[in-house]
T-cell receptor, first 114, second 113 residues
């Protein structure tokens, strides 16, 4: 059982380049999330989705776009990368509902923008 | 806006001692409080959680307490072991609607052998 899989695991971008981070989950979860993790700032929510075809902004959405065309996939896009987007990015998924509250995380993508 | 504060940011304890990490939250509608452990190079993993209708929950050496009135919740690890060394995150969530998880800033726990 793979759980939540993120690709790529590492990436170096030049300022202004674009890229897409892919998150795939095989648990049939409705809810998916993208977080960024920076030293001393914990995990901050970028965007999230409450179901296929839906997306919503989190705490720090500027400079990012997302799409949820298929239930199992949640894509995070950077149209024009900036050094401030250097971070570790985590995808998570959850089934939602008052009794099914655990969020499962991927292994992370370390992105460096130079 | 919604906010979760976590203290301390770093914590060093001798093996066998107890460790306590504290969090406060701002959204009075929050009703679910998970704790995650993150080991080096890995994603966070749930270790224990508590809901707002419960004041305390234990799982072997780990316990979590919740004070809804004060909007405080804490993680207690007893008889610490070197493998407990990791970064711990608290989070608060509302179990309806969007199920967003707002995380604290993390505590780096070092257990000294």
């Amino acid at each position: 059982n793979a759980g939540v899989t993120q690709t790529p695991k590492f990436r170096v971008l030049k300022t202004g380049q674009s890229m897409t981070l892919l998150c795939a989950q095989d648990m049939n979860h409705e809810y998916m999330y993208w977080y960024r993790q920076d030293p001393g700032m914990g995990l901050r929510l970028i965007h999230y989705s409450v179901g296929e075809g839906t997306t919503a902004k989190g705490e720090v959405p500027d400079g990012y776009n997302v799409s949820r065309l298929k239930k199992q996939n949640f894509l995070l896009g950077l149209e024009s990368a900036a050094p401030s987007q250097t971070s570790v990015y985590f995808c998570a998924s959850g089934s939602g509902g008052p009794l099914n509250t655990e969020a499962f995380f991927g292994q992370g993508t370390r992105l460096t923008v130079v | 806006g919604e906010n979760v504060e976590q203290h301390p940011s770093t914590l060093s304890v001798q093996e066998g001692d107890s460790a306590v990490i504290k969090c406060t939250y701002s959204d009075s509608a929050s009703n679910y409080f998970p704790w995650y452990k993150q080991e080096l190079g890995k994603g966070p993993q749930l270790i224990i959680d508590i809901r707002s209708n419960v004041g305390e929950k234990k799982d072997q050496r780990i316990a979590v307490t919740l004070n809804k009135t004060a909007k405080h919740f804490s993680l207690h690890i007893t008889e610490t072991q070197p493998e407990d060394s990791a970064v711990y995150f608290c989070a608060a969530s509302v179990t309806s609607g969007t199920y967003k998880y707002i995380f604290g800033t993390g505590t780096r726990l070092k257990v000294l052998a």
